[in-house]
């Protein structure tokens, strides 16, 4: 007999390509997909569009059974971290597509207890294993379009830093 593990999807369509959102091993979740207004950037940077991904917690999630968030994109990218963040850019032709979530100690001075995430091709994941019920997790996206040097340029990784709520 197998066990059916609650899950919770979500797909959030950008200009660059699509982001898929999985969570798995919880039930009670919700996920919100919502265009967000575009940070406060340094000067001289610019991105087209951020979207801001919100993960509902219903109930508490404990070491017992923990939950799994895995954000994937449609193409290859490389990670790209920073203080408090971890993040990933998927750069083509068209432009560049940064998604981001915050990392497991960040998390923990909040009272969720994380895994550090795990890079894989083509996004990544983590896994929670303790929150209390009604926590909020968040994946932010920003991109930037048409650009000759957007597959080098760093403000797409500012914003999707600056999008993610504090």
Same mark, same amino acid.
Request: glycine content about 10%; proline content about 3%; charged content about 15%.
């Given at each position: 007999m197998s066990v059916q593990e609650p899950?919770?999807?979500?797909?959030?369509?950008?200009?660059?390509?699509t982001l898929s959102l999985h969570v798995t091993?919880?039930?009670?979740?919700t996920i919100d997909v919502a265009q967000a207004q575009v940070p406060k950037l340094p000067e001289g940077m610019a991105v087209?569009?951020?979207?801001?991904?919100?993960?509902?917690?219903?109930?508490q999630i404990t070491r017992e059974s923990p939950m799994r968030i895995r954000a994937t994109a449609d193409q290859d990218g490389h990670p790209e971290t920073g203080e408090w963040l971890e993040s990933m850019a998927f750069a083509n032709g068209a432009g560049r597509l940064q998604v981001a979530?915050?990392?497991?100690?960040?998390?923990?001075?909040?009272?969720?207890?994380?895994?550090?995430?795990?890079?894989?091709?083509?996004?990544?994941?983590?896994?929670?294993?303790?929150?209390? !019920?009604?926590? +909020?997790?968040? $994946? *932010? =996206?920003a991109w930037r379009i /048409?650009? !000759?040097?957007? +597959?080098?340029? $760093? *403000? =797409?990784?500012?914003?999707? /830093?600056?999008a993610l709520p504090a």
């Open positions: 899950e919770a999807r979500a797909t959030a369509v950008s200009p660059l390509g091993g919880a039930s009670g979740v087209d569009g951020v979207m801001l991904i919100c993960v509902r917690l219903a109930v979530m915050r990392d497991d100690a960040w998390l923990a001075a909040r009272g969720v207890a994380a895994e550090p995430v795990q890079y894989e091709r083509q996004g990544f994941s983590q896994v929670i294993h303790e929150a209390p !019920a009604g926590t +909020a997790l968040y $994946v *932010s =996206a /048409d650009c !000759a040097t957007a +597959a080098g340029d $760093v *403000s =797409a990784w500012f914003a999707a /830093d600056l």
